[in-house]
């Protein structure tokens, strides 16, 4: 009887030992003071509240109570809204952390460490339809993505592990067990969306989703309400970088509406033991998203652009020397 209430406790107890003792995760963080410290230079226009910082490496832009930044042309929702008061902008000091931090100063696996395994989870199958439009089936769609995905993959010279092949039902927790089991190095979640409710007529575009940091809501959790007893796991810097590279290539790729790089608590996320990212490839429910989505060449150009990202995450990860931070080079950031 104790076991559930234990593992609460651990939770709570780890969440809070990320965060260092006493700290808060929305402590904030003077942005223009950040700006100077990481050499950005700063321009804020009062009328809109909105915050640019640019460098030559680099342009971020942060708007007045809003959780939704862009970095270099890619949108990616922080865990709290940026704040203007007392003649400043703040940033809570997990966004600096978990969300700027593996951006601008991407995570260097150990050296001659490689990327060669990725695990494709083709999301839902058997009993579970997913989203359903008409007669199209998202499990049915997942698939075949995966499979286009597999191919590619392999023409690029990776090894792939499928977590399904078929139509079958594989349970949420068992999906990242395979993977580590198999030996991947990354897990890729392909899923659809379809929003058929009020506004659903603006409802398209991508979205690819990380683990949320420790003590945060999901992007999609309305109310701004942190959530103390997660812990977000071991690859904080991994999982968001990996999510941030391929929502930039999807996006570049497919000419797709940018709905950000999200957070989520999903269990797939959570429980994974390697990074891992969650894509939402487009809106079933939209007439020029499912163009690309029923559409084989819609798909191919889809599977490219995931292997785009995925290239783009391995050649970041395994640069070598500490100088040479991106491909474009990016400045220091504490
Ligand atoms: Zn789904």
Redesign the pocket.
């Known amino acids: 009887m104790l076991r559930p209430f234990f593992l609460l406790v651990c939770l709570f107890v780890a969440g809070q030992t990320t965060l260092g003792a006493g700290g808060s995760s929305r402590n904030p963080v003077s942005l223009t003071r950040w700006a100077e410290e990481n050499r950005f230079k700063a321009a804020f226009k009062a009328g809109i509240g909105e915050l640019t910082l640019s460098n030559r490496w680099a342009t971020l832009t942060f708007k007045r109570d809003n959780k939704r930044a862009v970095i270099d042309g890619v949108a990616v929702w922080l865990a709290f809204p940026v704040t203007a008061h007392d003649d400043d902008v703040w940033i809570s000091s997990i966004d600096v952390e978990k969300t700027l931090r593996p951006i601008l100063k991407p995570p260097r696996l150990e050296t001659g460490g490689q990327i060669r395994t990725i695990a494709l989870s083709a ?2 199958g058997g009993k579970d339809a ?2 359903q439009v008409g007669d199209h089936r ?1 499990k049915d769609y ?1 698939l075949k993505l995966a499979l286009e995905l597999e191919q590619q993959l392999k023409r690029a010279g990776f090894k792939v592990v499928l977590a399904r092949s078929t139509d079958q039902f594989v349970e949420l927790a068992e999906r990242p067990a395979l993977a580590k089991r198999k030996g991947a190095d990354l897990l890729v979640c392909l ?3 379809a929003y058929a409710g009020p506004g659903s007529e603006t409802a398209r575009g991508i979205e690819t989703y990380s683990l949320s940091p420790p003590a945060t809501s999901a992007t999609n959790d309305n109310e701004n309400n942190p959530w103390p007893w997660l812990p977000g796991n071991r690859f904080d810097a991994e999982n968001l970088l990996l999510a941030y590279k391929l929502q930039q290539a999807i996006v570049d790729g497919t000419d797709r509406e940018d709905r950000g790089v999200r957070r989520a608590h999903f269990l797939e996320l959570a429980q994974a033991s390697i990074p891992a990212a969650y894509i ?1 490839g487009g809106f079933m429910t939209n007439s020029d998203d499912a163009n690309t989505i029923y559409d084989a060449a819609g798909r191919q150009r889809l599977a490219q652009s995931i292997v785009d990202g995925l290239l783009a995450y391995k050649r970041l990860v395994e640069r070598r020397k500490p100088e040479v931070v991106t491909d474009t080079g990016r400045p220091p950031v504490p």
């Open positions: 999301g839902h997913g989203k998202e997942t899923h659809y969306n939402e």
